[in-house]
């Protein structure tokens, strides 16, 4: 049951909502635009706030939806995180769209407030504590995604569950790589 649940969840995450919308709204292949990637992100850089409000939602409910599912199932905290990583994984690399997606923050950001709520206020003020020292949206964002684990450990969730949100963490740092190295390069001109 378990097996079918991650490949359920791979399954979900290949949902691409940032190809859907702006394929059925605007009549293009968000792939041939912009950066050419189909998150919320290039989406709103293009279509504007709506398209951006509309991905994001849609792609924070795919992480959502296999939260909510394995706790209908009952399935341990580790599990449900191992399903948010595959969501996640089909977000990032989905087969309906040659294993070319998005980059995850969305499905990753509705899973865990789905997980734990109390993130919400944890990832914003780890946000406000960064940004006027760092000065950069996506490293400041990504940076606040740090606090989780540490905050999960102090709320005394166990190791493994800690562990298993770090990694899922590092997932969405390596699917911003490219990004990363390009704002510290732009930093250091």
């Not at 398209?51 to 959502?64: C, M, Q, R, W």
């Not at 684990?149 to 969730?157: M, S, T």
Request: charged residues 15%; glycine residues 12%.
């Amino acid at each position: 049951m378990i097996w079918l649940y991650f490949v359920l969840s791979y399954l979900i995450g290949n949902i691409m909502f940032g190809y859907l919308v702006t394929k059925a709204l605007y009549r293009k292949d968000i792939r041939l635009h912009g950066s050419g990637n189909v998150g919320a992100r290039n989406a709103g850089r293009l279509h504007g706030k709506k398209a951006f409000v509309a991905i994001f939602l849609g792609d924070a409910l795919k992480g959502a939806a296999v939260i909510w599912i394995a706790r209908s199932l009952h399935f341990h905290e580790h599990v449900q995180l191992l399903g948010l990583g595959m969501v996640i994984l089909g977000h990032i690399k989905p087969a309906v769209l040659k294993f070319k997606g998005g980059k995850g923050i969305s499905t990753f950001i509705g899973g865990m407030v789905c997980f734990e709520p109390l993130i919400i206020p944890v990832i914003l003020l780890a946000f406000f504590a960064l940004y006027p020292f760092i000065k950069s949206f996506t490293i400041s964002g990504l940076g606040a995604f740090l606090a989780i684990p540490v905050f999960l450990f102090f709320k005394q969730y166990n190791g493994i569950t800690c562990l298993i949100e770090l990694a899922i963490t590092g997932v969405i740092f390596l699917a911003h790589s490219e990004n990363i190295k390009e704002r510290l390069n732009n930093r250091g001109q």
